[in-house]
């Protein structure tokens, strides 16, 4: 069964950075690329980023180059996104979603609250 | 940057109704078109890969269609677990994803 294992939400001060993962289990983490996407309170969805494990390569939106930093660990098969110098636009919920051409599986979400 | 417009924003229907979400993309994505339901507190779920293929255990009712830069989905006999917000979303370049259609039952 495939799994996407999203770490716990985070309360952050403004200024700060958080890093949050996704834990693949169920297939094989170096056969598929990794998107993150952000969902802002009562908003859509925007996506941040995608990293290809296997190479290391990143691609990201150019809004968010700067904001998110993706990376990825072969040998946990956990794939990571820190945010940086979060502000409370940053407030939202984070998702990890597994690339078969488009986001087949979902982790459950971070939580991220910026507030001091 | 390929811009996708979803419409409407919100609708309501009555149980056993046929609804239809539009979403048009701003430059022809190939048929390259995935559709996501959304329940509240939960992570979205994939309905429809390749403009018109149904995802794995999803129900019948749905269906996509579309090409070029217009898609839509439509939801035949209206469930009560149907109440939820759609996203459609192109990966012809990157992804983008449409606003979302918040649907309610009348």
């Known amino acids: 069964e495939v799994k996407l294992q999203q770490s716990g939400d985070e309360l952050v001060r403004p200024g700060a950075s958080v890093k949050m993962s996704c834990k693949a289990s169920g297939y094989t983490f170096t056969d598929y690329a990794m998107h993150w996407v952000k969902q802002s309170p009562g908003q859509g969805l925007e996506w941040i980023g995608t990293i290809i494990p296997l190479i290391d390569t990143t691609s990201y939106n150019q809004k968010f180059k700067g904001k998110a930093t993706l990376t990825a660990d072969k040998s946990s098969n956990t794939a990571y996104m820190e945010l940086s110098r979060l502000t409370s636009e940053d407030s939202a919920v984070y998702y990890c979603?597994?690339?078969?051409?488009?986001?087949?599986?979902w982790g459950q979400g971070v939580m991220v609250t910026v507030s001091s | 940057d390929i811009q996708m417009t979803q419409s409407p924003a919100s609708l309501s229907a009555s149980l056993g109704e046929t609804v239809t979400i539009e979403c048009r993309a701003s430059?022809?994505?190939?048929?390259?078109l995935a559709w996501y339901q959304q329940k509240p507190g939960n992570s979205p779920q994939l309905l429809i890969y390749d403009a018109n293929s149904l995802a794995d255990g999803v129900p019948s009712r749905f269906s996509g269609s579309g090409s070029g830069t217009q898609y839509s989905l439509k939801i035949n006999s209206l469930q009560s677990e149907d109440v939820a917000s759609y996203f459609c979303q192109q990966y012809n370049n990157y992804r983008t994803f449409g606003g979302g259609t918040k649907l309610e039952l009348k």
């Open positions: 430059e022809d994505i190939y048929s390259n």
């Open positions: 979603a597994r690339d078969s051409g488009y986001e087949d599986y």
